[in-house]
């Protein structure tokens, strides 16, 4: 059993692992690959692991990195690593994590503000309770590592997952190698105008506000179909897409 927070959203974000992400494949083919960037505590990457999959995770927040390496001991099938995932088209640097303004939502950091006041502004509580003192997750530095450099070194990947809050935008952005991609999904977090101010500026890529239609075009003019973005409350939704030889 997963070694869950008390009064976080831990026991939670694991009980609807197989909701949020109904495209995950049933089984896997020996030595097939699935890619978690922003693998919390380890859901998701134990639930590929056992439909059959060959599983690398990562993590940005070292609370949760460790967590995710107590829950996944004794899987050999399972990589785990502490960075953030970024994009492709800088040099490796360190950012700044920075939690949910919501103290119970260990889920909800993101690397893509410059300070935890830009993030809360940006994305305030949404009332949550908070979690108690000794389980909230604080900021710190963390070192960067880009996706296409990632996907170089592991070669083909038949299913990518993307729970990043917010750098999704950055990550997909500006990779070149999602030809090694074969289906994707994950959340996506819209920014209004304001939002779109406070990001840190190594999180801006290019002159569109980030929306889920500016996902959409990216997806499909890099060889993706079926993609579908599902809307919900606060700017974020969920998006899948998967390449049309995919018909497994």
Not at 48 to 58: C, D, H, L, N, P
Not at 62 to 82: D, F, K, M
Not at 151 to 158: D, K, N
Request: include cysteine.
């Amino acid at each position: 059993m997963a070694l869950m927070r008390k009064g976080t959203f831990d026991a939670a974000i694991w009980a609807a692992i197989e909701h949020e992400y109904p495209t995950l494949p049933t089984s896997f083919a020996p030595g097939e690959i699935v890619l978690d960037l922003g693998c919390h505590t380890g859901a998701v990457c134990q639930l590929a692991a056992e439909r059959g999959a060959t599983v690398v995770g990562y993590e940005a927040n070292r609370e949760n990195y460790s967590l995710a390496v107590i829950n996944l001991q004794g899987v050999p099938s399972i990589t785990l690593h502490n960075a953030a995932v970024w994009r492709s088209d800088v040099a490796p640097t360190r950012l700044l994590f920075t939690p949910s303004a919501d103290s119970g939502n260990t889920g909800g950091g993101s690397v893509a503000f410059a300070t935890l006041e830009d993030h809360w502004a940006t994305r305030p509580t949404e009332g949550a309770e908070p979690a108690p003192p000794d389980m909230a997750l604080s900021s710190h530095g963390v070192d960067t590592v880009a996706l296409d450099d990632i996907l170089v070194a592991l070669g083909p990947v038949r299913f990518l997952k993307l729970d990043v809050e917010g750098a999704e935008f950055p990550i997909l952005l500006t990779a070149t190698r999602l030809d090694l991609v074969t289906a994707l999904a994950g959340e996506y977090h819209e920014l209004t105008d304001e939002g779109m101010a406070r990001l840190t500026p190594a999180a801006c890529v290019g002159d569109r506000r980030y929306t889920a239609d500016l996902l959409r075009d990216r997806l499909t003019h890099v060889g993706f179909d079926a993609v579908r973005f599902v809307p919900g409350p606060f700017g974020r939704g969920q998006f899948a897409a998967r390449r049309a030889a995919d018909s497994r």
